[in-house]
């Protein structure tokens, strides 16, 4: 059974850094993966999809790398900002068409 | 365009009360999910509509029945609540690729 294990659960870095959050999975038969973004209260938006066959996307100041091989997904934040912070969740989308979630890192920004 | 909207916002329901939530898109996505999201875990999948027309069960099920009125619109009802089901729930609109969200329904059932 697929797995999705997003660590770890909570970081706190200072305005300015870059950063890198994880993301592992435990089987390599994946459709695609996304990032999400989730502010409190609020639904989800999504930030970057990685189709099997790519290795990376960009977005502005955001990265997001795929490696099946390894099972591991990584989203680079460069020059954080305060308002990124928010909880990031990744999902993959299996053979089946399924989204299978990670439980999410919530990411804090200290001015 | 609103993309996907989900009522009500908030919802508090004692324990057997029946309630159904709603969602619409306007994207004309075919596909239409329904999630429960509760902390410290991923979202779960309740049910989904492949087409108008079908559904099918997700990994959380039980307690819980769904329509696809039309291309439009994919409820999800509650006949009997219970406090296992306090959660936020978020209905997706899905293309092939991409999945879009509602604001979601924070319910709780006391």
């Known amino acids: 059974k697929q797995e999705v294990t997003q660590i770890p659960a909570a970081l706190s870095v200072p305005e300015g850094e870059n950063l890198v959050l994880n993301c592992s999975f435990t089987d390599s038969a994946i459709y695609n993966l996304q990032w999400f973004r989730q502010d409190p209260g609020k639904g989800l938006t999504s930030l970057l999809l990685?189709?099997?066959s790519q290795r990376e996307q960009t977005s502005g100041r955001l990265n997001a790398s795929l490696d099946k091989s390894s099972g591991r997904s990584t989203l680079y934040i460069a020059a954080s900002q305060p308002g990124d912070s928010a909880t990031y969740l990744c999902a993959l989308m299996d053979s089946n068409y399924q989204l299978i979630w990670g439980a999410g890192t919530k990411l804090i920004i200290k001015p | 365009n609103a993309g996907v909207t989900q009522t009500p916002k908030f919802q508090v329901l004692k324990t057997g009360q029946s309630m159904t939530l709603q969602c619409a898109q306007d994207m004309n996505h075919n596909s239409m999910y329904w999630y429960r999201q509760d902390p410290g875990m991923g979202l779960r999948l309740i049910y989904y509509?492949?087409?108008?027309?079908?559904?099918d069960k997700g990994e959380v099920p039980n307690g819980y029945n769904v329509s696809r009125l039309n291309k439009r619109e994919f409820s999800l009802r509650l006949e009997s609540a219970a406090p296992s089901q306090t959660s936020v729930y978020f209905c997706?609109?899905?293309?092939?690729?991409?999945?879009?969200f509602g604001p979601g329904t924070r319910l709780t059932v006391t």
């Open positions: 509509s492949a087409s108008e027309g079908t559904t």
């Open positions: 997706a609109s899905v293309n092939l690729y991409e999945q879009y």
């Open positions: 990685i189709q099997s």
